[in-house]
């Protein structure tokens, strides 16, 4: 499949989408001086190229009483394991992030709890799944970075 070009009013388009994804089209159109008819069927090409995968919300889980993030490395008494394991992770809600690594871990999870005792329940579950060995906690004193923007800019750079 051929890379998927993109020019500079597609890298504006994502930027404002970045930013709101509930951005009407005739707002964006406005703003870049174009119509909303452009901009529909770019947004469009770029879904059908896979650039665009749907959309997402930002919530705000401090005011949802969830502003307890913690990570959590698996290890897995056998790698063989990794898929049933990471079918028991999916049934638990609070775990939000799970990746297969290399290096030190198996698996290594984001997880979001209440306080420090329900994050030590999540924990638990995480323990308690057959074929998980042990697990290593780190706890998040803050989010110091989460800007998509940043690397979507570096990428627009280097095509």
Request: proline share 1%.
């Amino acid at each position: 499949m051929a890379k998927f070009k993109l020019d500079e009013v597609d890298h504006q388009i994502l930027d404002m989408l970045i930013d709101n994804t509930r951005i009407p089209f005739t707002d964006i159109a406005k703003k870049l001086l174009i119509s909303a008819g452009t901009v529909h069927v770019r947004v469009k090409k770029m879904e059908e190229a896979g650039i665009i995968k749907g959309s997402s919300l930002t919530l705000d889980y401090k005011k949802l009483g969830y502003s307890f993030i913690a990570y959590v490395g698996v290890f897995l008494q056998n790698t063989s394991q990794t898929k049933f394991v990471l079918e028991r992770i999916n049934n638990i809600p609070y775990v939000t992030v799970a990746h297969i690594t290399t290096g030190k871990f198996n698996i290594f999870c984001k997880i979001r709890a209440n306080d420090t005792m329900h994050a030590k329940e999540i924990i638990f579950m995480l323990d308690d799944i057959e074929g998980v060995y042990r697990t290593e906690t780190m706890i998040s004193l803050e989010e110091s970075i989460n800007d998509k923007k940043r690397l979507m800019h570096t990428i627009f750079n280097e095509l």
